[in-house]
């Protein structure tokens, strides 16, 4: 499984950007897609995680400003980021949950991209 992900990059404050993550090599059912990120001395912490049915669940820093979506036939996840505050500056992980025909789950995360927001 393979995840390649773009649009990190610099922004102004207030500005937005937006995130996406493709998923190759998967042969079972992906089940959650989303997107975590790591602030500077922090620990990697959920942004917005969506379901295959499409059901989110944002963190506390998504709340209002980030949307999460997904294609479940081209396996990818996008965040749209707006109103980007300098406390959004970290390294964004895309993540995937699969699920294989036994019933195990296998987690899967991306290299990270780097989004950098200036006051």
């Known amino acids: 499984v393979q995840l390649v992900e773009s649009g990190g990059g610099s922004v102004q404050a207030g500005g937005s950007l937006r995130l996406s993550c493709a998923a190759s090599?998967?042969?079972?059912?992906?089940?959650?897609m989303g997107w975590y990120r790591q602030r500077p001395g922090k620990q990697r912490e959920l942004v917005a995680e969506?379901?295959?049915?499409?059901?989110?669940h944002n963190g506390v820093s998504a709340q209002g400003r980030f949307t999460i979506s997904r294609d479940n036939a081209k396996n990818t996840v996008s965040l749209q980021m707006n109103s980007l505050k300098s406390e959004d500056t970290a390294v964004y992980y895309c993540?995937?949950?699969?699920?294989?025909?036994?019933?195990?789950?296998?987690?899967?995360w991306g290299p990270g991209t780097q989004v950098t927001v200036s006051s």
């Open positions: 993540h995937v949950g699969v699920l294989t025909n036994w019933s195990r789950e296998y987690d899967y």
């Open positions: 090599g998967i042969v079972f059912r992906v089940t959650a």
């Open positions: 969506i379901s295959s049915s499409g059901a989110t």
